[in-house]
Each structure stands twice: as C-alpha cells, then as structure tokens.
C-alpha cells in the first residue's frame, strides 16, 4: 500500500514543482531605481580671464665684472649693492709695473722720433746734393730708405705705447653702465686674473624685465599684441607672487626669433616698472595675461566633469530622463567653473552633482540642490 501510495504521489510532486519555476519565470522583473541628481541648462557668456605662466624676473642690462689685466687689488671705491652711474672708478689694480712699462713705452716713443728727425735731415741734404748732381744716386736712395724705416719705426713705438696705456688705463675699473652694483667678490690685496677672476657683478634695476615662455600656437597672438601699442595702464599683463598682485602693469617687449624644437615654446619678455626697487633679478613669478578672446563661451560647473583614462567626459540628459555620456574639450578653469571648447550646445541639459554614480543609459531623477546651512546662520 505504501509503494503504490509513493508511486502515484511522484508525478504529482514533480508538476507542481514544474509549475512553481513557470510561474517565477513568468514574473516581470523590477527596473532598476532612478538615480538623483542635480542638472544645470548649458548657457554661453563672454568669459573673460586670466592665462598663467611661469616667470623670472631679470634685468634687462647685466654683467660681470672683470679685470682686463693682472695684479693686485689696491683700493675699492664702492660698497656692496650702492648705485653706481657710468665711468664710476670701482676698482684699482697696483699700477706700478703698468706705469713704468708706459714710461718706457713713451721714452722709445721719444728715440724713435729723434732717429726720424735725424733721417728727415739727411734725406733732405742729400735730395739738395743731388740736384746739384754732388752725390751718387744710391746714397740718395740709401737716404730715402732710411727716412721710411724711422717713419715705420716711430709708427710702431706709438702703436707699443698706445697698447701700454690701455693696460695703465685697465688698472683702474669702472662702471660701464649705470645700475647697481652687487658684493664684491674680491677684496684689498686680491690677486686677480685678467679676463677670468669676476670681480663683482653690475645690472639695471629699472625698469625690469619678466622673461617666460609660451606654446608655439599662441605666437600668433602674442604677436598680434606686441603690434599693438599698449598704454600705461593698459591691464593685459600682470604679475603675481603667492597671493601679492604687483601694483604696476608690464608691456610685451619682444618674442624670441625662434621656437625651441625641444619644448616647442617661444621666449617672450615683459617690461615692468620699478621705481620702488621691489623686483630683484632671478626672482620667479607667475605671469597673468588677460585674455578676452572668448565671447560668448559656454561655461558649466567644473563637478560635472568625469575623466576617463585622460579624456573627459559630462552626462547629458535626454528623452525619458536617460543620460548618455559625452566627450568634451576643456579649456581654462574659472574657479569652480570650466570652459568648454567643444562638445556642448547651449541649451542642453547636464547632471552636475551625482555624477559618479551615473552610467551610459540611466535614468535619473533630479534632485534640489544641497544647501550650505552654513550659508544660513546670521
């Protein structure tokens, strides 16, 4: 009775079991929740900013200072970082041996031009001598080439001295330009190197120079504004240090003549006033040019942002409140905002916030903006 029980009870089992799974099969599976997020309306406005560089500033004449002949330093007539005007004596060489090469220099100088007042003489008796056909014609000629050699001679002892008194003359240093003079490097009783031992080193200090360098694609328009005259309070150029703006504003000087083929970036120079002495050569600076070429650029909140693998991207929202992913070319950041080159239109939608957890297709719910409650308090 039990095994007839079991046997016909097997079937029945086994459809109901069947039944169940069509029955699980048969039911529609839920979709999946729509994701909150805050969206913002793609508009287009003038943007006007600032493009940053790195700078440093140097001055626009400088140079070292060198001794153009040997010996020792004898007397300085300067102190450390003075102003200086052009021809200032700076320095003096021991002189000594200098004089007295000069003193001999001069003194052959005088032997040669006896010895050519003596050979002017006998050539002109002898010239006389001839025309009374009283003397040979090779004794004239002897006369004529003796006059030529202490011409030669007086010329080289000139030349001997003229050399010898530079170098009396080199003994003592001074400005060549006026500017500021830094700390020396030498001191009283120094042995110094002529053309090798630098002294000290002198430059201008206004107006200043910023030198930086920029991309080969702005040349052109950095040339345009080197073309146009700027004036005195033209606002184009600027310079920062950490938070301090410097209070005058810098003209374009020059662009380089070539682009580095290694960077593919051009020098370009800036002149800036510096009458309070406040710009020191081989400071840095970050460099701001303002740039206003933009009109009518589209601007959206930098949070809307997602990158991929060094390519970014936003979620444009479309039909049925469903995103799809959007490749987009950034341009300068704005604080919190960024500007879009390419890839929006105005007029489209964008999530901003709640983006990270967005995926190509999904449906979304927009969400209020979260709110500072700090933004709130008295």
Do not use: W
């Not at 050979?119 to 009283?134: F, G, N, S, T, V």
């Not at 150029?237 to 580095?260: E, K, M, Q």
Request: proline share 4%; glycine share 6%.
């Amino acid at each position: 009775m039990l095994v007839k029980f079991i046997r016909s009870y097997y079937p029945v089992s086994v459809l109901a079991g069947l039944l169940a799974c069509g029955a699980k099969q048969q039911q529609p599976r839920g979709l999946p929740p729509a994701i909150p997020v805050t969206v913002d309306t793609v508009k287009s406005t003038d943007a006007v900013y600032y493009d940053e560089y790195p700078g440093i500033i140097v001055a626009i004449n400088q140079t070292d200072i060198r001794a153009q002949v040997a010996g020792y330093i004898t007397n300085i007539f300067f102190k450390d970082g003075q102003e200086v005007t052009k021809g200032q004596k700076l320095y003096s060489i021991d002189q000594q041996l200098y004089n007295a090469n000069y003193q001999q220099a001069l003194a052959n100088l005088q032997v040669q031009q006896t010895n050519l007042i003596k050979a002017q003489k006998d050539a002109d008796r002898y010239h006389d001598l001839d025309k009374q056909d009283a003397i040979a014609k090779q004794q004239v000629d002897y006369a004529d080439a003796a006059l030529e050699t202490a011409k030669k001679q007086v010329a080289a002892a000139q030349a001997n001295a003229d050399a010898v008194k530079s170098n009396l003359n080199f003994s003592t240093i001074t400005a060549p330009f006026s500017g500021t003079i830094g700390i020396s490097q030498v001191r009283i009783g120094t042995s110094v190197v002529a053309g090798q031992t630098v002294l000290n080193t002198i430059s201008t200090d206004n107006p200043m120079a910023v030198d930086f360098s920029v991309d080969q694609n702005e040349v052109y328009r950095f040339s345009k504004l080197l073309q146009e005259r700027q004036h005195a309070n033209d606002s184009t150029f600027s310079i920062v240090f950490g938070t301090d703006i410097y209070p005058s504003h810098g003209t374009i000087s020059l662009i380089d003549r070539a682009v580095d083929p290694q960077t593919g970036t051009i020098k370009t120079r800036l002149i800036f006033p510096n009458s309070k002495n406040l710009l020191k050569a081989g400071m840095t600076t970050k460099v701001r040019v303002l740039n206003n070429a933009s009109k009518k650029a589209i601007i959206i909140p930098y949070k809307a942002i997602t990158e991929q693998l060094g390519e970014f991207f936003v979620y444009v929202v479309g039909d049925s409140s469903k995103v799809s992913q959007r490749k987009v070319v950034l341009g300068q950041a704005l604080g919190a905002s960024v500007i879009v080159k390419d890839g929006l239109t105005p007029g489209e939608i964008i999530a901003v916030q709640g983006v990270q957890n967005l995926r190509e297709g999904a449906t979304i719910s927009i969400a209020k903006p979260a709110t500072n409650p700090a933004a709130h308090k008295n």
